[in-house]
């Protein structure tokens, strides 16, 4: 069972260039989320997702875009990178609850996408 | 919005004694979860424990458990018998929407052999 699947683990950017980053989830969870950790802080919420075509925004989203054409995929695309960007990405998944709060908030993390951007 | 705070940065422990990590958050909701994950040294996240906000008893999860106080917003986290796998951060979270979680800037646990 892969669970959440992130690629690459590591990468370097110059700045202005652009990357996608995948992320896919094995799981048919309805719920995916982009957050990003700078070093030594917590993690910072970037885009989410509550179902296939269904996109938006967290605290952090200037810079990225987002699309979810499938329940198992939710790509993040840095446009025209700066070094603010430097940090660990990584994607997320859960699903839905029984108390009517939709996602159970229980999070099911891939192992992180490191980016550097020089 | 929603906000959560760790206000300690750092907890050192010896190993098989007790260590409590504490949390605070702001919100206006009456429904909501509150959690806390271990992030260790390999980087991915993992759920240790959850609590309901409408449940007045406290989750436990073997050795860990939370003191939740609904009224103060509080959220504690007990490690009891700390083992040298529990070195990590550790980050409380809230939600009440469900889809969205807010993270606290995280604590440090260092445990001492």
């Known amino acids: 069972n892969a669970g959440v699947t992130q690629t690459p683990k590591f990468r370097i950017l110059k700045i202005g260039q652009s990357m996608t980053l995948q992320c896919a989830q094995d799981m048919n969870h309805n719920y995916m989320y982009w957050y990003r950790q700078d070093p030594g802080m917590g993690l910072k919420l970037i885009y989410y997702s509550v179902g296939a075509g269904i996109t938006d925004k967290g605290e952090v989203p200037n810079g990225y875009n987002v699309s979810r054409s499938t329940t198992e995929d939710f790509p993040l695309r840095l446009e025209l990178a700066a070094p603010s960007q430097t940090s660990v990405y990584f994607c997320?998944?859960?699903?839905?609850?029984?108390?009517?709060?939709?996602?159970?908030?229980?999070?099911?993390f891939g192992e992180g996408s490191r980016l550097t951007v020089l | 919005a929603q906000t959560v705070t760790q206000s300690q940065p750092e907890m050192s422990v010896q190993e098989a004694e007790t260590v409590t990590l504490s949390c605070t958050y702001d919100?206006?909701?009456?429904?909501?979860?509150l959690f806390w994950y271990k992030q260790p040294p390999s980087r991915q996240m993992i759920l240790v424990i959850r609590q309901e906000a409408y449940k007045q008893q406290n989750a436990t999860e073997n050795r860990f458990s939370v003191n939740f106080q609904k009224a103060a917003k509080s959220f504690s986290l007990k490690i009891s018998d700390s083992q040298l796998g529990d070195a990590a951060m550790y980050f409380c979270?809230?939600?009440?929407?469900?889809?969205?979680?807010?993270f606290g800037g995280g604590t440090r646990v260092l445990v001492k052999p």
């Open positions: 979270a809230y939600t009440a929407a469900g889809n969205k979680l807010t």
């Open positions: 997320a998944s859960s699903y839905s609850g029984t108390s009517g709060l939709g996602s159970t908030g229980e999070l099911f």
């Open positions: 919100t206006s909701e009456s429904d909501y979860y």
